[in-house]
Structure formats: C-alpha cells, structure tokens
C-alpha cells in the first residue's frame, strides 16, 4: 500500500496534492526505479477519493516522464529521476539584500540613502492619470511596444531635460530604461569586453563597481574631493572605454564638478577617443542655486547621459532612461530588445502624461521644500550633539549627506554597536575602491526619514558613540 497524506479540507486539488507527493517521493529515491506503483483503482480505494483523480494524477505523472505505463502489467517508477537533494519541499530561505533583519528592532532608524519619501508619493494623481491612459489608450499600446521606448514620452522628456538640465538630444536619441541600474548595465555590455578599463570616481557605489566589473573590465580609481573627481590625477596616456562621473552630485561625497574639470574631462575623452558616462541620479534636489546643467550639454557625442525617476518619484517604478550619442543608438536599441523587450509601456505613457500636465515639477517643488527641511534638521542635530566634531559635507543636493567626525572610525564593529541603539548608518568605506580614505565618514540619508526621526536619529548615534 502506498500511504499518501491528503487534506481534503486543503485549497490544493486532490489532483495536485497525489502528484505532488508521488513525485516527491520519485525525486527523494522513495519511490525507485523499475518499482510497480499501485493501480489507479486501488490507490483511490486507499484513499477514499474518486479514481478520476487518481487517473488524472497518474496522466500529469506521465506525461511528464516521472512514471511509465506498461499495457497490461501496470505503472512503474521511470529510469533516472532522482535527484540527491534532501530537501525538496523546502523553500530557498528569501535572503534580504538590504538588511540584517535578526538586528532589526521595530523602531529602528535607517538613514540609507537614496530613497525619497514613499508616502509622499503621489498615488491619486498617478490612479488618475492611469485610469485614463487605460480607457483612451489604443490596443496596441497592450501588446509588443518597441525596445527605446514610447515616443509620447521620449517627446516629452527630451524638452524637459533641455529645459531642466540643458541636456540636447533628438528623441531618437532616448532609450527608456528599467531604473538607471539598467541603463548602467546596457552600457556595460554595450561598451566593456574583458580586460578593457573605465575610468571612474572613488568612492562609488558598490553596485556601481559590480557591474562595470563583470564583463572583465578592470577599475581605475580617481580620488574625489568636495568638487567632485580630481580629473588633474588622470593620466593622460590612459585609454579607458569610458569615464564614469556622478557630476551633479557626486556619490556619496557629494560635490559639484566645477566647470573646469568639466572641460578638462571632455578634452580627455576628446584626446583619448572615449566616451564620458554621466549619472544624474538625484540633482533636481539642489537647495542652493538651481540646478546645474549636464556635462552632456557641453559634449553631446561623447556624453552618455543617465537619469531616472526613482529619487523624484519611486524607486519602485522602475523608469530610467539613457541619452545616448547617434553612434551608439542602433546597437542599444538591439541591446534592450534582448534584455527584456521594452520597459512597459503603460507605466511609460503614465508618467508622459505626469511630466506632460506639469505634476512632475510640482511634485518636485514640493518635495523640495520637506527635504530642504529635513536636511537643516538634520545639519543642525548633527552640529548640536556633535559641536566641532563633525563635518558636513555634500548637502547642497540629493536625499543625503555626508558627516566626517573627528576620532571615529566607522568599522564594522562599530557600525554594529550603533545598531544596538537602534540606528543604522552606511559608512563611505562600504564604496571605495582603494580603502582606508574614508573611514571617518559616513552617509546619512534623509529622504525617507520624518522631522521626528531625524533628530531622534543623530541622538541615537550620540548615545551610541559616547557608549564606545
Ligand atoms: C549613483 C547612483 N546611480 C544610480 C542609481 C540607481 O538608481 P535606479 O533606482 O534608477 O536604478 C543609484 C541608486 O541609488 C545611485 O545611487
């Protein structure tokens, strides 16, 4: 007899629950090869269920070679199903990427980085405005869509970065990404083989780092200061594929890249035939002055230009965006289509219509306004628990800042001690490529972090230290 649990009261069909089983059992070496499996008809008397769902269990199992039928003498185990592993049933245990969660207490205090604030997003304009992308959007805007992305919004965003960051392109010339990662990554496969070299800002995000990496290219570091890279320390004999910059505010240090670097950078790529890659990741968030204009304004056939909409609007959207010079459209078009086809459509003509009827600089003027207010409350913590033994750094844009304190040293150990006050801080040294420059600061995101918790934050982090 071949004892099989079911729950009859269970959501799962029988059906599925005898197949699942059997070919459980088939899998783990249970069940053996050549073994004689009982007929249907005994196995629903066994059971007690009807013998359709036996039958029906038996089919899926054969169909999928876990058993054979032989005519006349029954149902056997088939040759070479077993697979040596234990535990089948068990799901993969899910691995947080972002955080330890045995630390983690409910009211714990993250300042990472980069994230804008998720209740602030604006869910009524957006319901709105995609109710009627789905009631007036013709049918073939649900099926296949082509891979640079839509036309309404590639129009739309090529006049709002001429206006907004003095960025000059056709929009032929826009490839709609899924979140700058992926633009990051098409460039990587677009322009790296291995071997190969990019020249690049240090410190920059570890992710960064990786996917530039992978294809085999190596990394060469160039310091940062409060002005963004030290284009002086490239050498000029180097022949990279590309320069990677943060210019509009460098991450995570956060500087501006005077226009004299500029100029230096774009006669390096000019002199060395390679191309520049700038990511303007957040620098519609600038406090003082107004934003400043592209590197690709000054160099369109060498800039390759990234933006993205995870900082002023979600990261969950996933929409980003390459502007690339004519040379390199064809092939990242190609690129993108054998990536993942398009970015979604749907999502793509939502945000055309939110940039279009003028939400999108609204929205941003607003949020302007909270994180301008975070940022001083944050700035002033830090100056009255810390008084002169802490810098600021790099707040003039974006979600975060960076704070150098006299005499510390963030180490893992310590970063973990500050945890048990119930605060989470990312020290600079996680991003950089030559180690040991930076180990006294650390990044401390606000964007997502209300008044209340900023303050109750930085007192945490002084409690902690003072502790040590
Ligand atoms: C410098 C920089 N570039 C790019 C990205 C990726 O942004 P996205 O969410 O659009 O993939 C980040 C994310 O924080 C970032 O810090």
């Known amino acids: 007899m071949l004892w099989i649990p079911i729950d009859k009261s269970s959501d799962t069909p029988l059906i599925r629950q005898v197949y699942e089983q059997i070919r459980i059992r088939i899998l783990r070496g249970e069940l053996q090869a050549g073994q004689q499996i009982p007929s249907t008809r005994e196995l629903a008397s066994d059971l007690q269920v009807s013998r359709n769902v036996i039958l029906e269990a038996y089919d899926q199992l054969l169909a999928e070679g876990y058993i054979i039928s032989c005519k006349g003498s029954g149902t056997y185990v088939a040759e070479g199903v077993l697979l040596e592993e234990p535990s089948i049933e068990q799901p993969l245990p899910l691995i947080n990427l972002f955080t330890d969660s045995k630390q983690d207490r409910d009211d714990l205090i993250d300042f990472r980085s980069g994230i804008p ?20 959007s013709p049918s073939y805007v649900f099926g296949y869509n082509t891979p640079e992305g839509r036309l309404e919004l590639r129009r739309i965003l090529s006049s709002y970065l001429l206006r907004t960051r003095g960025v ?48 085999g290219a190596s990394l ?33 240090i956060g500087g501006i890249l005077t226009i004299r670097r500029r100029i230096h950078l774009i006669q390096f790529a000019q002199a060395s035939g390679c191309y520049i890659v700038e990511d303007d990741y957040d620098s519609e ?14 160099e369109p056939s060498r800039v390759i230009y990234i ?50 009827e003028c939400y999108l600089e609204r929205h941003i003027s607003k949020m302007k306004k909270i994180y301008q207010k975070r940022r001083e409350i944050l700035t002033e913590c830090l100056k009255m628990n810390f008084k002169d033994k802490v810098k600021i750094i790099g707040d003039a844009t ?11 040293d963030f180490s893992n150990d310590i970063i973990d001690k500050i945890l048990e006050h119930g605060v989470r801080i990312y020290p600079v040294e996680i991003h950089t490529i030559k180690k040991g420059v930076h180990k006294n600061r650390i990044i401390m995101g606000y964007g997502n972090l209300t008044n209340e918790q900023i303050s109750e934050g930085v007192s945490r982090l002084r409690n902690a230290l003072l502790s040590m």
């Open 168 to 215: 000059r392109c056709h929009p032929d010339q826009l490839v709609i990404t899924t979140g700058a990662t992926q633009a990051l990554s098409l460039i990587a496969k677009l322009l790296l083989s291995p071997g190969d070299e990019v020249i690049i800002e240090d410190p920059i995000t570890h992710e960064i780092q990786t996917i530039f990496s992978s294809p």
């Open 285 to 298: 968030f600038r406090y003082k002055g107004t934003p400043v204009s592209s590197l690709q304004g000054l």
């Open 398 to 408: 974006g979600l975060h800042l960076t704070a150098e304190f006299k005499d510390v």
């Open 117 to 136: 604030d998720l209740n602030l997003f604006p869910r009524k304009k957006w319901a709105n405005l995609s109710r009627q992308v789905y009631d007036e």
């Open 307 to 356: 933006g993205t909409f995870s900082k002023i609007l979600s990261p969950g959207l996933r929409l980003g965006y390459l502007v690339l010079p004519p040379s390199l459209i064809e092939r990242c078009r190609d690129l993108k289509w054998f990536t993942d086809l398009h970015t979604p459509s749907i999502e793509q003509l939502i945000l055309a219509r939110f940039i279009e």
């Open 220 to 252: 060469y570091p160039i310091p940062v200061d409060g002005h963004g890279m030290r284009t002086e320390l490239i050498p000029a004999d180097k022949k990279p594929s590309f320069v990677f910059v943060t210019p509009s505010h460098q991450f995570p």
